[in-house]
């Protein structure tokens, strides 16, 4: 159920002090229990006491000091105090033009605000979303890439198949491996016993000469999904193995073969 919050022109009403009866109570009650109406009353409180201290004190006119004067003057004896309650209470038009350009320079300040929060969140919503969307098409493009990789190699007459069998000592699995030493294209794929926790499987294309190549790591279980590396155009391979080396891989191996397949020829 979508929780309910307090009107912004009552917020408003109340921060200026002009809110009353059970409206009032009400208000009162509810920001209580709602944080997010809490911090609205608080910056409604703050704009309007900021405006209160940007407002320059107003001199009374001259007329009503004359009076005072005056009135003094006529009768020591009475206090001051009593004439100045005594003395016509009239609000000047200056002062009552300043309260209202006041009020109206609030609610245009609360309006303007509650407007930057609305734009300063759409604009984190559709930079969100302007991420999700560059990263949704750049899998999508590297996607169509693997799958132009896959079929130009599966396609390719000069491409050979290994099959990568168990070995006596080690866990059980196979594996098959698509090769194409002219693009310098390895697709593995294949299932294995699960690797220890702080051991990884990793692929190594062992050449005709020098030392075995990393084709880098395969999971337990590659069947549904193909792994698909680029390595060296033109280098030829007479087997290919999968060891189980420390996690993360070797820049060698160390580890058991656990995976090996030859080339025919």
Known sequence: MTERHLNPEDV???????????????????????????????????????????????APPPSVKQALMQRVRADRAEPVQQVLREQPRR???????????????????????????????????IAALQGQLRSAQAQVSAEAATIRTVNAVVGAPDTVQIALLQQPTGPPGQAHILFNAR???????????????????????VPSS???????????????????????????????????????GMPQPTGPKVLVGALNG
């Open 12 to 58: 408003d009403l109340y921060a200026l002090g002009a809110l009353d009866g059970q409206d009032k109570a009400s208000l009162e009650a509810h920001v209580q229990s709602c944080a997010e109406c809490r911090r609205e009353l608080r910056e409604a409180q703050r704009l309007t006491m900021l405006l209160g201290l940007s407002e320059a004190p107003l």
């Open 91 to 125: 609000t000047p038009w200056r002062l009552r033009l300043s309260l209202a350009s006041a009020f109206a320079a609030l609610l245009l300040a609360l309006a303007v605000s509650r407007l930057w929060k609305l734009d300063h969140l759409r604009q984190q919503e």
């Open 183 to 205: 693009m310098g294209v390895v697709i593995y794929s294949g299932e294995v016993a699960p690797a220890p926790a702080d051991r990884s499987y990793q692929l190594w294309l």
């Open 210 to 248: 020098g030392a075995p190549v990393s084709a880098g790591l395969v999971a337990a279980n590659q069947s549904n999904q193909a792994v698909v590396v680029h390595l060296a155009p033109g280098l030829a391979a007479k087997a290919f193995a999968v060891t189980l080396e420390p996690h993360g």
